[in-house]
Every structure is written in C-alpha cells, then in structure tokens.
C-alpha cells in the first residue's frame, strides 16, 4: 500500500509500506516529497527524489519514534509515485553513477571528498536547471 510518512525530522517520504514490526516501518523504494517555490504562484510545486541515491536498498525500516503519522497520499501522488519510480529515479541513479566514475576517473585520494565533490557537481548542474 502507497503511504506518506511524516518524519519527527520534517521529512515526508512516500513508498509502499510493507510492514510494521516492534522495530519500526518497512517502506519499499522510498522516495522524499521535496517542495519548490515558484514565482508564479503562491503554491509550491512539488516532486520526489531518493530517499538515499547513494543506496542500493529497495527496502528502508523507519524506527517508530521517528514517524509522526502514516498518511494515505491523494491519488494525483500515487499516480506521480509511480511515474517517477519508473523514469525520474532511473534518471537520477545513472547521474549518480555517472559522477561517482567521474571522479574515480579523477583518482580521488580521498572517498569523502569524492562524496562532496559530487554534491558540489549535482548542486551546481542543479543551479543550472
């Protein structure tokens, strides 16, 4: 079932809740709702990223304490959920992969800088956008 988790951090993430346990929630192929402010108008628009683009994992388990409520998302949401699971994610993961070998190709000397330089990369082609 396609649900919205509203985290004590602020985050809402939508994914297909699977299961809940003593330990918490399991959500398959999380994604994060962010929100973008337009000029054009006094709504923001908005739209998913991974939750964890540099994770493999299909599956994430959210501790009890972290979750304030388990919403069911609006059908326009669902609708955008799985849309985006099939292109804008794909898109996103070969990005990634595409900087990682980037900077490999650079023969970083140190992993957390390539980390950094790619954020630094993805937030400048972003800027750009």
Do not use: C, W
Request: glycine share 4%; proline share 4%.
């Amino acid at each position: 079932m396609v649900s919205i988790l509203k985290l004590t951090s602020g985050a809402e993430i939508v994914g297909e809740l699977l299961a809940s346990s003593d330990e918490g929630y399991s959500v398959k192929n999380p994604l994060l709702i962010y929100y973008r402010h337009r000029l054009d108008s006094a709504m923001p628009s908005a739209g998913l990223t991974r939750y964890s683009p540099f994770s493999k994992q299909e599956k994430v388990n959210f501790r009890h304490e972290h979750v304030i409520n388990i919403l069911d998302p609006i059908p326009e949401m669902k609708a955008y959920y799985f849309v985006a699971l099939k292109g804008i994610v794909d898109a996103m993961d070969k990005n990634v992969e595409s900087e990682l070998s980037s900077i490999r190709d650079e023969e970083s000397s140190n992993e957390n800088d390539a980390k950094l330089a790619m954020l630094e990369r993805m937030a400048t082609k972003a800027r750009l956008n």
